[in-house]
């Protein structure tokens, strides 16, 4: 029996979790503040604490320390419903074990309530990340989407693991890149991002890996390649989708050995670097066409993080909106506004271009406004949707359609079935990849009672 302390305001959150955490056979206790938990840490060696961020008093993160001083072995799980990427990163870095995201399933924080409790030992608090500037690289959003995006920063920021950056064109891939740079070890080293698809396919070799003196005309002196000028820092391989079949071989060698070879020289040489990559290409579609190595996409999706598009991170849209006149009013002297018709309107626009069409939309807008209010007549008309989002829904259809032709002549009363079994699974498992296993986020998604979910999953035994 594990003794396990939980730290809300909220009472029904503190009694709820209390009550799931019984069932499984530990003693939890509840309580409403930092304060009155460390009281009864005082006194009891808990071996898990459940800590939320924003207490009235004395909050979640000042009480880490304390907790960690009056049990040093417990396990710390940070819970917030409005937390930032430095909130995140400050509350990995100071040893909290997860970061678990307001409102979140019951069965997701008992399942990782066991796995702290079944870690080997409390890892120790490593020091404090810098906090990240105000300004072109800082992430902005309160969106559940972007509540996920930075635990997920947090967590592998501070490790040494290839991490593969997945979204639509501009979503801010480089600046997730950026920020995993920033709050890991590698921060004092440079980083480099590297666009695959802008080098020249006969360049590219001795661009990324360097050159021997006279390994070809022009070759009047040794060069080092852009990994060995990143010594100690992080490459980002940007469009890694568009990198040609021999280019990819080479990669993973260096990837693998952390070695690469000049042209012209015989001897490998070492390169000490963290490698991010980043695409807006289908990778697995990729493979099976056979233009991309499967042994290089393991090698780089050790640790995978997908951006989603702005059209469904529309709650955001206000305040990058805001931070973009900011920044426009910070060079120009001239502060502006956005009205509420204008935020209206730019919440229901498609966005196609992601976050990169969002700001020239608001430069655009205030450049027409000229230092009054934004209004709808001053944005400029949204960009038709073209490549970004093809039209799934038509081939869909046609291969359903397609699907109940060849099917339904020998089927004896079983073809719904057969169709729900064909369709329900992986629909219940992209939801879930892509809500991080909350599945009252997915059940509310799919309009369907948890319980009906809980029963779905079992029947397809989906994890």
Request: charged residues 25%.
């Amino acid at each position: 029996m594990s003794e396990i302390l939980i730290v809300d305001d909220e009472a029904a959150i503190g009694w709820t979790l209390r009550e799931a955490l019984a069932d499984e056979g530990h003693r939890a206790r509840a309580v409403a503040s930092a304060e009155e938990g460390l009281e009864f840490a005082r006194g009891t060696p808990f071996d898990a604490i459940v800590l939320d961020i924003r207490l009235p008093g004395m909050d979640g993160l000042a009480a880490m320390s304390a907790f960690r001083e009056l049990n040093p072995a417990a396990a710390i799980i940070m819970i917030t419903a409005f937390g930032s990427l430095e909130t995140a990163v400050r509350a990995m870095a100071a040893g909290a074990y997860d970061y678990l995201v307001k409102p979140f399933d019951l069965d997701q924080a008992v399942g990782l309530v066991k796995r702290a409790l079944a870690r080997p030992s409390a890892d120790a608090a490593g020091s404090p990340a810098p906090a990240a500037s105000v300004g072109e690289e800082t992430l902005l959003g309160r969106s559940r989407a972007m509540q996920d995006l930075y635990r997920a920063i947090a967590l592998v920021a501070p490790t040494e693991v290839p991490v593969l950056i997945t979204g639509e064109s501009g979503t801010g891939k480089e600046l997730v890149a950026r920020a995993i740079h920033r709050h890991g070890p590698r921060r004092a080293g440079p980083f480099l991002p590297i666009c695959l698809s802008a080098l020249s396919p006969n360049l590219v070799e001795r661009e990324l890996f360097g050159h021997k003196r006279g390994s070809f005309t022009g070759a009047t002196e040794d060069r080092k390649g852009l990994f060995e000028l990143a010594a100690g820092g992080t490459v980002l391989l940007d469009e890694i989708g568009d990198a040609p079949l021999n280019l990819q071989v080479m990669l993973l060698r260096a990837i693998e050995q952390r070695e690469a070879t000049p042209v012209g020289d015989a001897r490998p040489r070492q390169v000490d670097i963290r490698v991010l990559a980043a695409t807006n290409r289908p990778l697995k579609e990729l493979m099976e066409a056979g233009q991309f190595r499967e042994d290089l996409f393991f090698r780089l999706g050790v640790f995978q993080i997908h951006l989603p598009p702005l059209r469904d991170r529309r709650d955001d849209i206000e305040e990058l909106a805001q931070s973009f006149l900011a920044r426009i009013g910070g060079r120009t002297g001239e502060a502006r506004a956005l009205s509420p018709a204008a935020v209206a309107e730019l919440r229901a626009r498609p966005w196609s271009g992601n976050i990169r069409e969002l700001k020239n939309t608001i430069e655009h807008a205030a450049i027409v406004a000229r230092g009054r209010a934004i209004e709808p007549a001053d944005l400029p008309p949204p960009q038709p949707l073209g490549s970004q989002t093809p039209d799934i829904e038509t081939d869909l259809r046609s291969q359903l359609a397609a699907w109940a032709r060849r099917n339904h002549a020998d089927a004896n009363g079983d073809l719904y079935e057969r169709f729900l079994e064909l369709t329900e699974p992986p629909l219940l498992r992209c939801l879930l990849e892509e809500h991080t296993g909350n599945r009252a986020r997915v059940a509310q998604i799919l309009g369907i009672h948890r319980g009906t979910l809980r029963e779905k999953l079992r029947r397809y035994a989906i994890e």
